[in-house]
């Protein structure tokens, strides 16, 4: 089956600095890769997505990078903020369902005010 | 609208006990999925349905976990002789249905086996 792996697993950065995020699955056939935030005790959020048919995608100060040849995606967040601060998941949906995501381990990022 | 919800948030239990767990997905999303987080960890997929019916259960660990949805919109996931080891928090997901992809999830139930 698919294997997601993430890093780092802790990120700590200054307000205002860029933060970007790593991943890497294993199953070339895996054709969605959404991201999300979760802050403490409280539900996973959608935050970016990226279909397999697109190299990068942009929203605001996120954008997500793919490239399907070496089999990796990273998040990018720029102007970062303290509320910023959470864990991030990254997944990846394998092309042999269409509904099943796998998860990376996650990555606690800390926005230092 | 309200978005996915789960019931109760805390559940403390002990050991060899049977618990249920509810999960009320938004209103009009056919498909339905259960997760389970553990300390430290992203969430792993247990099951999933579409309609009624269980389309892959091959996330359950065992044969002491048991999911239903009889009427197509409330699941609940069911868990017999309790193991400390089941201690996590359970996630439940909804999306539209097949060919969507966002999946949104819900607050999840924290479940302490002691």
């Known amino acids: 089956g698919e294997n997601v792996e993430q890093h780092p697993s802790t990120l700590s950065v200054q307000e205002g600095d860029s933060a970007v995020i790593k991943c890497t699955y294993s199953?070339?056939?895996?054709?969605?890769f959404p991201w999300y935030k979760q802050e403490l005790g409280k539900r996973p959020q959608l935050i970016i997505d990226i279909r397999s048919n697109v190299g990068e995608k942009k929203d605001q100060r996120i954008a997500v990078t793919l490239n399907k040849t070496a089999k990796h995606f990273s998040l990018h967040i720029t102007e970062t903020q303290p509320e910023d601060s959470a864990v991030y998941f990254c997944a990846a949906r394998s092309g042999g369902s269409n509904y099943k995501l796998t998860f990376g381990k996650g990555t606690l990022l800390t926005v230092n005010p | 609208g309200a978005g996915v919800s789960q019931t109760p948030s805390n559940k403390v239990t002990e050991k060899g006990k049977y618990v249920e767990l509810r999960c009320d997905p938004i209103?009009?999303?056919?498909?339905l999925y259960w997760y389970r987080q553990s300390l430290g960890q992203g969430p792993e997929f247990l099951i999933y349905?579409?309609?009624?019916?269980?389309?892959?259960d091959s996330g359950l660990p065992n044969d002491r976990f048991f999911a239903v949805r009889p009427e197509g919109s409330v699941s609940t996931l069911k868990i017999q002789r309790t193991e400390r080891g089941d201690s996590a928090v359970y996630l439940c997901a909804s999306s539209p249905g097949l060919r969507t992809d966002t999946q949104y999830f819900g607050p999840g139930t924290r479940l302490t086996v002691l």
């Open positions: 209103s009009g999303h056919t498909a």
């Open positions: 349905f579409q309609g009624t019916g269980a389309a892959d």
């Open positions: 199953d070339s056939a895996s054709n969605y």
